[in-house]
């Protein structure tokens, strides 16, 4: 998992730890199962909140990749924050509004 991605994430949800990113490996279902795991959240809440953070983190005015401004290879870390975000953003799907 990304650098940033990872910080982020766990600035996010402080009850993750290094262990539970590395075993997410990417994985949209994995982080889902842990936020449920760690957070108590229904599948739902945790399909919402994820995909809130997600968005909320592409955002320009929200987001600076920090990668693009450092001296480690910008155009690495650029293209690899992408390829993050969209792996994991492609793997959680948008939950369904019930209005009961």
């Given at each position: 998992?990304?650098?940033?991605?990872?910080?982020?994430?766990?600035?996010?949800?402080?009850k993750?730890?290094?262990?539970?990113?590395?075993?997410?490996?990417?994985?949209?279902?994995?982080?889902?199962?842990?936020?449920r795991?760690?957070?108590?959240?229904?599948?739902?809440r945790?399909?919402?909140?994820l995909?809130?953070?997600?968005?909320?983190?592409?955002?320009?005015?929200?987001?600076?990749d920090?990668?693009?401004?450092?001296a480690?290879g910008?155009?690495?870390?650029?293209?690899?924050?992408?390829?993050?975000?969209?792996?994991?953003?492609?793997?959680?799907?948008k939950?369904?509004?019930?209005?009961?």
């Amino acid at each position: 998992m990304n650098k940033d991605l990872r910080t982020r994430l766990k600035a996010q949800w402080g009850k993750l730890t290094d262990d539970d990113l590395d075993r997410v490996d990417g994985q949209a279902a994995r982080l889902l199962g842990l936020l449920r795991e760690k957070y108590g959240y229904a599948m739902c809440r945790a399909e919402h909140e994820l995909l809130r953070f997600l968005d909320d983190s592409r955002s320009p005015r929200r987001w600076v990749d920090a990668a693009v401004a450092s001296a480690e290879g910008a155009a690495y870390g650029a293209s690899s924050s992408r390829r993050a975000w969209a792996s994991l953003r492609s793997g959680v799907s948008k939950p369904s509004v019930n209005h009961s």
